[in-house]
């Protein structure tokens, strides 16, 4: 496979075109942001643990029959993609409150959620990605009432997914966020990633707040051991897989 040029450069993935115009190289980097950016600093090794820690997910998603943008990882750090549009949404699914939940409603952080609560996001950094509501949604087009019922119940279904596989990790799974696209045929895929980047994960066998984290928020609140946490999920992750082999 020839790789061709530098598409986007994103946060935290460099994609770039192949000779297969169905086919994009996704290149995870070591940069980790935080607060729209405001907030910058490098994860040594990052790049590598969450390229291996979504391929895995996704792979575990696919043969629970949820379509993926994944179609292989080549190299620790890079990972082949179906070509999609990105809807311009973050689809956050919460089973227990934390972050800006917490901030906006005074929720007690550790609050369980049940049912799981799913959110909205405008994936816009100019106006600080805010929380939409379905009306909002459909008033801005950015996705159809089709598409919105079809993400929901997908994004349930890969929570279920998500929580048992997190929990055969002894990681509780608090939090997380995905993103759609929709490929050449219009058929929605999970896109983008699931790492610790983009899920907040408790270590279940430990009660402090700030020892059980596992996940982005040591970085977020300069919680120290930031690289450990990653490969320590890194690990579970591929421990988690190979029992079920
Ligand atoms: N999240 C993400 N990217 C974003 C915003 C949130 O991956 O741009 C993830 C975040 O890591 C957490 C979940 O979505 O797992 C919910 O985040 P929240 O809305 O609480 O925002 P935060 O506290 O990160 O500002």
């Known amino acids: 496979m020839s790789v061709h040029s530098k ?17 994009l190289l996704a290149d995870f ?49 890079q990972m082949r993609v179906k070509s999609v ?9 919460r089973n227990i409150a934390a972050g800006s939940l917490c901030q906006q409603t005074g929720l007690a952080v550790g609050t369980i959620l ?11 950094d100019p106006l600080g990605d805010p929380l939409l509501t379905r009306d909002r949604l459909l008033l801005l087009e950015l996705a159809t009432a089709e598409q919105v019922d079809a993400i929901t119940n997908l994004a ?16 509780t799974l608090v939090d997380f966020k995905l993103e ?16 610790p980047d983009t899920c907040r994960l408790w270590n279940t066998a430990e009660a402090d707040p ?3 984290v596992m996940d982005k928020d040591r970085f977020r609140r300069d919680l120290g ?3 450990d946490a990653y490969q320590e999920v890194l690990q579970r992750v591929l421990q988690a897989v190979e029992s079920q082999n």
Do not use: M
Not at 7 to 23: M, S
Not at 85 to 93: M, R, Y
């Open 210 to 212: 700030n020892r059980r």
């Open 7 to 23: 598409l986007y450069e994103g946060k935290a993935k460099i994609l770039y075109t192949t000779d297969d115009p169905e086919v």
């Open 114 to 124: 049940q049912p799981p609560l799913v959110e909205f996001y405008y994936k816009n």
């Open 85 to 93: 549009k990105i809807l311009p949404l973050e689809v956050v699914v």
């Open 156 to 171: 349930l279904q890969i929570n279920k997914f998500l929580i048992s596989f997190w929990w055969q990790c002894g990681i």
């Open 225 to 227: 051991n930031v690289e």
């Open 29 to 77: 980097k070591d940069d980790a942001t935080a607060f729209n950016a405001q907030k910058r600093g490098t994860i040594l090794g990052k790049g590598q643990i969450n390229c291996s820690i979504s391929s895995q997910l996704f792979k575990q998603l696919e043969l629970n029959g949820i379509k993926t943008h994944y179609i292989d990882s080549p190299s620790p750090n």
């Open 180 to 195: 759609f696209g929709l490929d050449s045929q219009q058929q929605l895929l999970l896109a983008d990633e699931i790492s």
